[in-house]
């Protein structure tokens, strides 16, 4: 089984930081890579699929980029409303993985 | 619009099983692949597999087999998954997800209390 690694386990920073979250595969995914955002006591919300293809409606200061075994979300500037757990997933192979989640809170 | 919709909360006692169902509206729900996602309370998302609507093919994850079933209703648009041999560690919130690849659309989550 492909092994997801996230980091951080959790980050505070303050609106208008640019947040960097990484995601690392135990081997090659190519760009078979998704990232979802769950707010507190929401159901999980699809961000980004294909490793950086914005899902649309997803505001663009959330970005996606990576390839084979390294991943990347970024924030370009947190809003209040990003705060949430953000996971990683990989569909490249069965079982479909995911990260341990990044809490993502404001400081 | 896209909506999938679960069944409610259930109660079970170890042992027991559950039949969580997910009914599909507003897309073709031959055209997407159904997957099922939990989470233990405080935990992270855990896939527990797929199912083809359109041929009933099914994709488990290990730990399960033996254990789950996902079925369909095409008459109804409706998806099912059961788990037997219930613990208390699959006390959870359980999503069905639509897509194959990525899920746009989640269900709202069925919430399984496993208790004596």
């Known amino acids: 089984d492909i092994q997801l690694t996230q980091s951080p386990s959790s980050l505070s920073a303050s609106v208008g930081d640019r947040v960097t979250i990484t995601c690392r595969a135990s081997q090659g995914i190519h760009t078979y890579l998704v990232w979802y955002q769950q707010k507190p006591g929401n159901v999980p919300r699809l961000l980004i699929y294909?490793?950086?293809v914005l899902r649309s409606g997803v505001p663009s200061r959330f970005r996606g980029s990576g390839s084979g075994t390294d991943f990347t979300l970024t924030i370009s500037s947190l809003q209040p409303e990003d705060v949430a757990t953000y996971y990683c997933?990989?569909?490249?192979?069965?079982?479909?993985?995911f990260g341990q989640g990044t809490k993502v809170e404001i400081k | 619009q896209v909506q999938l919709v679960q069944s409610g909360a259930e109660v079970k006692k170890p042992g027991a099983s559950v039949k969580v169902s997910c009914k599909a509206s507003?897309?073709?729900?031959?055209?997407?692949?159904i997957q099922w996602v939990r989470q233990a309370p405080g935990q992270g998302l855990e896939w527990m597999g797929w199912m083809d609507p359109k041929s009933g093919d099914t994709n488990y994850l290990q730990k399960f087999q033996g254990r789950v079933s996902m079925t369909r209703d095409t008459s109804v648009n409706t998806a099912y998954m059961e788990l037997t041999s219930l613990t208390s560690d699959d006390t959870a919130f359980y999503y069905c997800a639509r897509g194959v690849h990525y899920h746009d659309y989640w269900g709202q989550g069925t919430l399984v209390t496993v208790s004596s």
């Open positions: 294909a490793t950086s």
């Open positions: 997933q990989q569909y490249d192979s069965d079982p479909r993985t």
């Open positions: 507003g897309y073709d729900f031959l055209g997407f692949y």
